[in-house]
Each structure stands twice: as structure tokens, then as C-alpha cells.
């Protein structure tokens, strides 16, 4: 293969996982987003009568000895756990057999915002009730952000590169645009990526009920780009998906879902929190991510909003995407998933790329749920409350952190 050729590789995805406040898997998952169906619920896995949210959207009935070994279990996080299933269900579709032969041209690049913070806040209770000696021998490994790909690199045998982002809520975004262009640039020929996040503990919580980003509505929340959103939900889960450079895919008879055509991040570099008013950040990372496709904005069909609905994040976003598409911004499609599923953090936008390559195969656009009154600042077409048939074969998929991150992807039904 000539320089050029590697320089330019097309990038495919052969395989995806899901775990995510609506099911287990990928089948479940996507037939609770088309339904609009809601993972808000109660809080179960954190006690603590002082938090002022109504809910979370937690992972129900989640017992990780179904996916794994009990004893391993111990020994993750579990933001960890749920890495495994996800990475298991994409691997098990992609049907990627990992050899001698091959080990070493296959990557992995993981997101996550935090990693084991539930671990880290159980050690220090542990520590301070029994003292050093109760405390689990595996607790850093546990904790430290790259201890998912670290054991998924264990588990499957992957011994190419391995990495992890750690870019707040852009990193599933971001995991999934660095692997496609280790495989565009020819550095491996696939790549397990996507993203894991479980902060589901009160000092997180709380954290973001003090920043006041978070919805306090018992039902119904949240509320992405409507003009009573009030926050956003904090949900926990994993996505994963397989990526691989044509050749390779053919080569080997794997199934195609979509193409990755293009990748683009830019940083606000205005705010520890907040987005700028006009959204200027995120334009620009959709335009980069467009012109590194080769497409027009017009080419778009559906956007995949960040759409946390805190009311600062849905008004700058609607700003970037007009100052990205311009009017073809009226024309376009978009929805925030996270009215279904919550906010996942590091890894929402993985699980977003995800939902991007099910619309793409199904032909069909995820709704906006709980979206009642339009607010003037968020005048475009948010797919309410219902699923909706269409032709879909563009996708934007836009990811936005604290700290000013800001990381698009597109996503392309493969000809």
C-alpha cells in the first residue's frame, strides 16, 4: 500500500455495545430510544437524603457475575463492569478473532471522565472505619482512568496501542475520533473504542448540584432545548464500538454498519464550566469535523445533540449549529438522546455514536422526550417525543465538556 493510501484510509464500524439506563445491550437499548421511553429513575445506589435532584438514570438490575467472574468482579470499578459488557457485545458483532498474527495491529482507546470514583470514595470509608490493612490490594487499579483499557487489553489480548482520553464529557467523543484516525493513518488496521462513566456517588452528585447543573424534577427530566428545562440528569453506562480500515473489513467478509468520515475538536478556552454564549467552540468543531469529512453542510440529515438541558449548554448549541450549517440549520434534524438516557459523561458521546449508526442502519431518527414548551433561543427541529422515520445519511455527533472541550464526529452510511 502506497503512503497516500494509508494517509487516507476509509474507516468503517463492524461492531457495538451498549449498557445504558434503558437495557443491557444494543437491541434493548435502541427499542427503548425509539419508544422515548425514560432510564430516570430513583436513586438506589447512592443514600443521601441532602441531595436536591429528583433522580438519576442508573443502570437497573445490573449484577456483573452475569458477565463475568465473580472474583474479577470484585477487582473492577464499576465503570469498569460496565466496559466489559459493552466491549463484549461490540467484539461479539464485529466477530474480530484476535491472533498472534494480528494482536499487534489492533488498538484500543477508551473514554472516560473520571474513572473509579465510586472506589475511591468506598477505600476512603473502608480506610477510615478499619484502617490500611482493609483496604482491597486492587483499589488502584480500580481507580485510575485507564485501568478499563488496561483489562480489556488483558481480556481480549490486544497488544497494539492503548490509550485513554479523559476530556470530561467530550472523551467518549474523543476516544471514538482518535481511534479513527489511528486506523485512517494506518498506525492499526482496527480498533476497539468507545467510552465507560459511573460517578454515581454523593460527592459527584453533589459536585453538580452545587454548580447548579443538575434538574430537580421528580419526573420528567430532563428537558433538553425546552423553555422549562432546568438541568441535566446524571445517568451511568457504556458504549463500544469496533472500527477497522476497509481493506481490512473486506478482507476478512466483516458486516458494515457505517463509516467514520470525519473528526474535529477545538477548545473554548473561555470557561471551567460554561459554554460561550454564542457557542464560537463548537462551531468551530463541527465545521473542522465537516471539512475533514469532504461534505457540505447541507449533506447533513441529523445532528446528535449534546443537548444537556441546562439552559446555558441547549441555547449555545442551537447558536453553533446555525454558525456551522447556516440555514441549512432549519433543515437538519436533531435530537438530545439524553432525554432518555441522561447525561453519561465520558461516556456519552460513544454511546451517541452508537445511536448515530443504528439511525443510519434503521433509517430512523431518535426522539427528543420531554419536550413541551419551544423556547424562542432553541428554534430549530428537535424531533419531539417521537421517533421519525426518515433518510438518514449524515450524522453529527456533537460532544461538549468542562473544561471547554469540544469534540464532533461524522458519521456515514457506507457506499
Request: charged fraction near 20%; proline fraction near 5%.
Given at each position: 500500500m502506497n503512503?497516500?493510501?494509508?494517509?487516507?484510509?476509509?474507516?468503517?464500524?463492524?461492531?457495538?455495545?451498549?449498557?445504558?439506563?434503558?437495557?443491557?445491550n444494543v437491541p434493548d437499548t435502541w427499542a427503548a430510544i425509539l419508544a422515548g421511553r425514560s432510564g430516570f429513575g430513583p436513586l438506589t445506589l447512592v443514600d443521601n437524603p441532602n441531595?436536591?435532584?429528583?433522580?438519576?438514570?442508573?443502570?437497573?438490575?445490573?449484577?456483573?457475575?452475569e458477565y463475568m467472574d465473580r472474583k474479577d468482579a470484585r477487582r473492577r470499578d464499576r465503570y469498569q463492569q460496565l466496559a466489559v459488557v459493552a466491549a463484549a457485545e461490540a467484539m461479539r458483532q464485529a466477530n474480530l478473532s484476535i491472533t498472534d498474527d494480528n494482536r499487534e495491529r489492533i488498538g484500543i482507546t477508551i473514554g472516560t471522565g473520571v474513572g473509579g470514583m465510586r472506589t475511591i470514595v468506598d477505600q476512603e470509608d473502608v480506610l477510615r472505619e478499619g484502617g490500611l490493612r482493609r483496604l482491597n490490594p486492587f483499589g488502584i487499579t480500580m481507580i485510575m482512568p485507564n485501568g478499563a483499557a488496561g483489562m480489556l487489553a488483558i481480556e481480549y489480548g490486544i497488544t497494539g496501542p492503548s490509550t485513554t482520553i479523559t476530556t470530561a464529557c467530550a472523551a467518549g467523543n474523543?476516544?471514538?475520533?482518535?481511534?479513527?484516525?489511528?486506523?485512517?493513518?494506518?498506525?492499526?488496521?482496527?480498533?476497539?473504542?468507545?467510552?465507560?462513566?459511573?460517578?454515581?456517588?454523593?460527592?459527584?452528585?453533589?459536585?453538580?448540584?452545587?454548580?447548579?447543573?443538575t434538574s430537580t424534577r421528580s419526573s420528567n427530566a430532563p428537558q433538553p432545548f425546552d423553555a422549562n428545562r432546568d438541568g441535566l440528569v446524571i445517568g451511568e453506562?457504556?458504549?463500544?464500538?469496533?472500527?477497522?480500515?476497509?481493506?481490512?473489513?473486506q478482507a476478512r467478509g466483516a458486516n458494515i454498519l457505517a463509516e467514520i468520515v470525519g473528526y474535529g475538536q477545538t477548545t473554548d478556552a473561555f470557561h471551567i464550566t460554561a459554554p460561550?454564549?454564542?457557542g464560537s467552540g463548537a462551531a468551530r468543531a463541527i465545521r473542522k469535523a465537516l471539512v475533514d469529512s469532504g461534505l457540505r453542510p447541507e449533506e447533513v440529515d441529523y445532528v446528535s445533540a449534546h443537548g444537556t438541558a441546562t439552559p446555558l449548554n441547549d441555547a449555545a448549541e442551537t447558536k453553533a449549529i446555525k454558525a456551522a450549517l447556516g440555514e441549512h440549520a432549519y433543515n437538519v434534524a436533531i435530537s438530545s438522546t439524553k432525554s432518555m438516557t441522561g447525561h453519561i459523561m465520558g461516556a456519552t458521546g460513544a454511546i451517541e455514536s452508537v445511536f448515530c449508526t443504528l439511525a443510519i442502519r434503521d433509517q430512523i431518527l431518535p426522539p427528543t422526550i420531554n419536550y413541551s414548551t419551544p423556547d424562542p433561543a432553541c428554534d430549530l427541529d428537535y424531533v419531539p417525543n417521537t421517533a421519525r422515520p426518515a433518510r438518514v445519511r449524515v450524522c453529527l455527533n456533537n460532544a461538549f465538556g468542562f473544561g471547554g472541550h469540544n469534540a464532533v464526529l461524522v458519521i456515514k452510511e457506507f457506499e
Amino acid at each position: 500500500m502506497n503512503n497516500d493510501a494509508v494517509s487516507r484510509r476509509r474507516v468503517v464500524i463492524t461492531g457495538v455495545g451498549l449498557i445504558t439506563p434503558l437495557g443491557h445491550n444494543v437491541p434493548d437499548t435502541w427499542a427503548a430510544i425509539l419508544a422515548g421511553r425514560s432510564g430516570f429513575g430513583p436513586l438506589t445506589l447512592v443514600d443521601n437524603p441532602n441531595h436536591t435532584i429528583g433522580g438519576l438514570c442508573e443502570v437497573k438490575n445490573f449484577d456483573p457475575a452475569e458477565y463475568m467472574d465473580r472474583k474479577d468482579a470484585r477487582r473492577r470499578d464499576r465503570y469498569q463492569q460496565l466496559a466489559v459488557v459493552a466491549a463484549a457485545e461490540a467484539m461479539r458483532q464485529a466477530n474480530l478473532s484476535i491472533t498472534d498474527d494480528n494482536r499487534e495491529r489492533i488498538g484500543i482507546t477508551i473514554g472516560t471522565g473520571v474513572g473509579g470514583m465510586r472506589t475511591i470514595v468506598d477505600q476512603e470509608d473502608v480506610l477510615r472505619e478499619g484502617g490500611l490493612r482493609r483496604l482491597n490490594p486492587f483499589g488502584i487499579t480500580m481507580i485510575m482512568p485507564n485501568g478499563a483499557a488496561g483489562m480489556l487489553a488483558i481480556e481480549y489480548g490486544i497488544t497494539g496501542p492503548s490509550t485513554t482520553i479523559t476530556t470530561a464529557c467530550a472523551a467518549g467523543n474523543d476516544a471514538v475520533g482518535h481511534a479513527f484516525r489511528s486506523v485512517r493513518y494506518g498506525e492499526v488496521d482496527a480498533i476497539l473504542t468507545g467510552g465507560t462513566e459511573c460517578i454515581m456517588t454523593s460527592i459527584a452528585i453533589g459536585g453538580f448540584e452545587r454548580a447548579g447543573a443538575t434538574s430537580t424534577r421528580s419526573s420528567n427530566a430532563p428537558q433538553p432545548f425546552d423553555a422549562n428545562r432546568d438541568g441535566l440528569v446524571i445517568g451511568e453506562g457504556a458504549g463500544m464500538l469496533v472500527l477497522e480500515s476497509l481493506e481490512h473489513a473486506q478482507a476478512r467478509g466483516a458486516n458494515i454498519l457505517a463509516e467514520i468520515v470525519g473528526y474535529g475538536q477545538t477548545t473554548d478556552a473561555f470557561h471551567i464550566t460554561a459554554p460561550p454564549d454564542d457557542g464560537s467552540g463548537a462551531a468551530r468543531a463541527i465545521r473542522k469535523a465537516l471539512v475533514d469529512s469532504g461534505l457540505r453542510p447541507e449533506e447533513v440529515d441529523y445532528v446528535s445533540a449534546h443537548g444537556t438541558a441546562t439552559p446555558l449548554n441547549d441555547a449555545a448549541e442551537t447558536k453553533a449549529i446555525k454558525a456551522a450549517l447556516g440555514e441549512h440549520a432549519y433543515n437538519v434534524a436533531i435530537s438530545s438522546t439524553k432525554s432518555m438516557t441522561g447525561h453519561i459523561m465520558g461516556a456519552t458521546g460513544a454511546i451517541e455514536s452508537v445511536f448515530c449508526t443504528l439511525a443510519i442502519r434503521d433509517q430512523i431518527l431518535p426522539p427528543t422526550i420531554n419536550y413541551s414548551t419551544p423556547d424562542p433561543a432553541c428554534d430549530l427541529d428537535y424531533v419531539p417525543n417521537t421517533a421519525r422515520p426518515a433518510r438518514v445519511r449524515v450524522c453529527l455527533n456533537n460532544a461538549f465538556g468542562f473544561g471547554g472541550h469540544n469534540a464532533v464526529l461524522v458519521i456515514k452510511e457506507f457506499e
